[in-house]
């Protein structure tokens, strides 16, 4: 049996965690989470993040319940438009997103520190990987090392990815802006861009001073949100 009789301190800590929610959200406004339930959700955001457990994007902006539609991967990465009848989790919340939901903000949040940026970095200096899933997932930024890394498999790449290795923040916001491309691929996202329906932005989000940047649209470069 895969189920342990007794919860372990973090199970339990979750546990007391969702009594706290019952109480403020169940208990004292009931009236906001039966009209969640009864009318539906029509959160007015989609927020594509990272699976890292240090970047919440609900406690980073103190949404609501309802209000942001969230989907979360290894290194907050949206592939580009791919309709092949595959497994496609990210892409199938971006279409319920922006059809379903009809949306009107998208923002991809990456992060300082971020793992599988690292990992990317790793791969372009020649490094093997053992893994089956995310190497793979994370190749989908591969790009976003082009400007800054040369060819896979030079010398030059590895000495160019060790460098970065040390200022990942780099290619951390460079993963961004190549997610921010790849929905644009989206025919039902750039119908709504061009619309005026739907506006996109691209977040990074710095750990350890707290500060979060946003591309600026006119230069494409990150600026600190004021």
Known sequence: MPFSSQPSEPIRQLLAGIKAFRARYYERRPDSMRQLATEGQHPEVLLIGCSDSRVDPALL??????????????????????????????????????????????????????GGIQGLIRLRAGQKSDDDFVSPWVSIAGS???????????????????????????????????????????????????AGTLNIHGWWFDIQSGEMWAINPATRLFQPVE
């Open 61 to 114: 902006t103190m949404a609501e319940p309802g209000e942001m539609f969230v989907v979360r991967n290894v290194a907050n990465l949206v592939p580009p438009y791919q309709p092949d009848g595959a497994y496609h989790g990210t892409s199938a919340a971006i279409e319920y997103a922006v059809k379903s939901l009809q949306v009107k903000e998208i923002i991809v949040l990456g992060h300082a520190q971020c």
């Open 144 to 194: 976003a090392l082009d400007p800054y890394v040369g060819p896979e498999g030079s010398e030059q790449a590895r000495a160019d990815a060790e460098k970065l290795q040390n200022t990942p923040a780099v290619i951390e916001r460079a993963a961004v802006r190549a997610s921010v491309d790849n929905l644009m691929t989206f025919p039902f996202v750039r119908e709504r861009v061009e």
